[in-house]
């Protein structure tokens, strides 16, 4: 196809015209700067950031693996952001699918990683060497009543206050979800543990299951209100068919009486809370509200001076696990919620909707449906500087009605794509065939400090084979042509912090 007659630049060896129509051929060329594959292994992980070699760019730390359930000698992966070459690898008995959290634990100068995923696997390993710190060891716990059930899967952690007095802050995390327990079945599912653990050597400073007994699979949340010594906490449980419940609960109540007097302050009835929760000021109070989505797609949004529900919404039909981005997507000052929602029913779910909700009332301002399932998040930026953010989204097109358990028949293909709401457009970043990435979230930021942006993002060869089985990965590095005007404030899973909290201006 022809392309229309604008100014033209080489972008990854073929012409490429959706990039310059927003910010033309610059000095500052975009480019494909490196493209590293790894072979037989994949991921269910997104990409976090560090300069682990201190050479002034920040470096890439990524959870990786085989299949489900196989030991794998690159299970965890720390990328050189210059040149895209392995700084080391950890090796690894099942899939690390969390992101990493960096913490100085050894008092190098240089941060170090915590990263989990199945088995139960939670390690903290040096940012230097890749050597290992300490790893989660559940035998120790189990012949306790509460503890011995965190023996599943570590979700994300986060950094919390120092709770023992040594010095260093500590870590959040929940333990859950028994994988052979059976679709739609009760049997077999355990209560997910709540985790306060001490980040020098991985001991559990405090643990309770949820107050329901329900299991969980979602990430918890910690921040601080202005005017507030204490922290507020938010975790929630259930599954894709398993009823659950949001909760809040302080810090300081948490450690002294566990989790009995947490506050119920969301429910859904035949499904649980997967995803992230958000923390946002949505009600424009300066204090932070706390937006959840459910997994039958109810997003709540809960005054976080209250507690009251401000709004809610339901999407019909649809099944979420991804976690919600924020940016300002429209033209007024309070923050929008931007994620995606999956057509029918888990695991033959057999399709995927975009969905943007205004902020300020919970309305679907921007809905499209592109791609299949998948359980990648958005990143956010202002890209052509209009005051209106975009969103990059990486989406898969293929038979929608394939199954998880079935081989994809036709080809599949991965799209990076920029959403421009104002304009209501597609921008095409990357296309890929024969490759996927159901879950690895991009990374947009300055990764070399030019007052450029980078973007970041891995992909999976599916060489007709199923969703969810790995041959290889490839990641790459873009860097842009487009300027650096203001932080990035949602460029990762979780927003760019990695803690689930957009900052209040």
């Given at each position: 196809?022809?392309?229309?007659?604008v100014?033209?630049?080489?972008?990854?060896?073929?012409?490429?015209?959706?990039?310059?129509l927003?910010?033309?051929?610059?000095?500052?060329?975009?480019?494909?700067?490196?493209?590293?594959?790894?072979?037989?292994?994949g991921?269910?992980?997104?990409?976090?950031?560090?300069?682990?070699?201190?050479?002034?760019?920040?470096?890439l730390?990524?959870?990786?693996?085989?299949?489900?359930e196989?030991?794998?000698e690159?299970?965890?992966?720390?990328?050189?952001?210059?040149?895209?070459?392995?700084i080391?690898q950890?090796?690894?008995?099942?899939q690390?699918?969390?992101a990493?959290?960096?913490?100085?634990?050894?008092?190098?100068k240089?941060?170090?990683?915590?990263?989990?995923?199945?088995?139960?696997?939670?390690?903290a390993l040096?940012?230097?060497t890749?050597?290992?710190?300490w790893?989660f060891?559940?035998?120790?716990?189990?012949s306790?009543?509460?503890?011995?059930?965190?023996?599943y899967?570590?979700?994300?952690?986060?950094?919390?206050?120092?709770?023992?007095?040594?010095g260093?802050?500590?870590?959040?995390?929940?333990?859950?979800?028994?994988?052979?327990?059976?679709?739609?079945?009760y049997?077999?599912?355990?209560?997910?543990?709540?985790?306060?653990?001490d980040?020098?050597?991985?001991?559990?400073?405090?643990?309770?299951?949820?107050?329901?007994?329900?299991?969980?699979?979602?990430?918890?949340?910690?921040?601080?209100?202005?005017?507030n010594?204490?922290?507020t906490?938010?975790?929630?449980?259930?599954?894709?068919?398993?009823?659950?419940?949001?909760?809040?609960i302080?810090?300081?109540e948490f450690?002294a009486?566990?989790?009995?007097?947490a506050e119920?302050?969301?429910?859904?009835?035949?499904?649980?809370f997967?995803?992230?929760?958000?923390?946002?000021?949505?009600s424009k109070d300066?204090?932070?509200?706390?937006?959840?989505?459910?997994?039958a797609?109810?997003v709540?949004?809960?005054?976080?001076?209250?507690?009251?529900?401000?709004?809610?919404?339901?999407?019909?039909?649809t099944?979420?696990?991804n976690?919600m981005?924020?940016?300002?997507?429209n033209?007024?000052d309070?923050?929008?919620?931007?994620?995606?929602v999956?057509?029918?029913?888990?695991?033959e779910?057999?399709?995927?909707?975009?969905i943007?909700?205004?902020?300020?009332?919970g309305?679907?301002?921007?809905?499209?449906?592109m791609g299949c399932?998948?359980?990648?998040?958005?990143?956010?930026?202002?890209?052509?500087?209009?005051?209106?953010d975009?969103a990059?989204?990486?989406?898969n097109?293929?038979?929608?009605?394939?199954?998880f358990?079935?081989?994809?028949?036709?080809?599949?293909?991965?799209?990076?794509?920029?959403?421009?709401?104002?304009?209501?457009?597609?921008?095409p970043?990357?296309?890929?065939?024969?490759?996927?990435?159901?879950?690895?979230?991009?990374?947009?930021?300055?990764?070399?400090?030019?007052?450029y942006?980078?973007?970041?993002?891995?992909?999976?060869y599916?060489?007709?084979i199923?969703?969810l089985?790995?041959?290889?990965?490839r990641?790459?590095r873009?860097?842009?042509?487009?300027?650096?005007r203001?932080?990035?404030?949602?460029g990762?899973?979780?927003g760019?912090?990695?803690?689930?909290?957009y900052?209040?201006?």
């Amino acid at each position: 196809m022809a392309l229309p007659s604008v100014n033209r630049c080489i972008f990854f060896g073929f012409k490429i015209y959706a990039l310059l129509l927003l910010f033309g051929c610059t000095n500052k060329k975009t480019e494909l700067v490196w493209d590293k594959s790894f072979y037989k292994i994949g991921s269910q992980s997104s990409i976090r950031t560090t300069d682990m070699n201190q050479d002034g760019i920040l470096d890439l730390i990524i959870g990786a693996g085989r299949n489900e359930e196989q030991f794998s000698e690159s299970g965890i992966l720390a990328i050189n952001g210059q040149n895209g070459e392995l700084i080391w690898q950890q090796e690894t008995q099942d899939q690390v699918f969390g992101a990493a959290t960096f913490l100085d634990i050894d008092n190098d100068k240089i941060e170090d990683i915590i990263i989990g995923g199945r088995g139960p696997q939670l390690k903290a390993l040096n940012g230097k060497t890749g050597d290992v710190i300490w790893q989660f060891n559940p035998e120790q716990y189990q012949s306790d009543s509460l503890l011995k059930y965190a023996r599943y899967n570590f979700y994300n952690t986060v950094l919390i206050p120092d709770q023992n007095e040594d010095g260093l802050a500590d870590i959040l995390t929940v333990n859950g979800g028994n994988a052979r327990a059976e679709v739609n079945s009760y049997k077999d599912r355990y209560p997910g543990v709540l985790l306060i653990l001490d980040a020098k050597n991985g001991n559990i400073i405090k643990g309770d299951t949820m107050p329901d007994g329900r299991e969980s699979y979602m990430s918890p949340i910690c921040f601080s209100q202005p005017d507030n010594a204490d922290y507020t906490l938010i975790f929630g449980s259930g599954g894709e068919t398993i009823s659950g419940n949001l909760y809040q609960i302080s810090l300081s109540e948490f450690v002294a009486n566990g989790l009995k007097n947490a506050e119920n302050i969301a429910s859904e009835k035949d499904h649980g809370f997967i995803a992230p929760p958000t923390a946002v000021d949505i009600s424009k109070d300066g204090i932070l509200d706390i937006v959840a989505i459910s997994h039958a797609s109810t997003v709540f949004a809960i005054n976080g001076k209250d507690l009251s529900q401000m709004w809610k919404k339901k999407i019909e039909n649809t099944e979420c696990s991804n976690s919600m981005a924020v940016g300002y997507f429209n033209d007024d000052d309070i923050p929008d919620l931007f994620t995606f929602v999956s057509k029918g029913v888990w695991p033959e779910n057999n399709g995927s909707l975009q969905i943007m909700l205004d902020g300020k009332n919970g309305e679907i301002a921007y809905q499209n449906t592109m791609g299949c399932t998948g359980f990648s998040s958005p990143v956010v930026y202002d890209l052509d500087n209009d005051g209106i953010d975009e969103a990059i989204i990486s989406i898969n097109e293929f038979d929608c009605n394939t199954s998880f358990a079935n081989k994809i028949t036709g080809g599949i293909q991965n799209k990076l794509l920029a959403i421009n709401f104002k304009s209501n457009t597609i921008q095409p970043i990357d296309q890929q065939p024969d490759f996927k990435n159901i879950f690895t979230t991009p990374w947009i930021g300055d990764l070399d400090n030019d007052g450029y942006l980078d973007i970041l993002y891995g992909q999976y060869y599916s060489p007709n084979i199923d969703i969810l089985s790995f041959l290889g990965m490839r990641v790459k590095r873009i860097s842009t042509s487009i300027p650096m005007r203001e932080e990035v404030k949602w460029g990762a899973y979780m927003g760019s912090n990695g803690d689930g909290i957009y900052p209040i201006p």
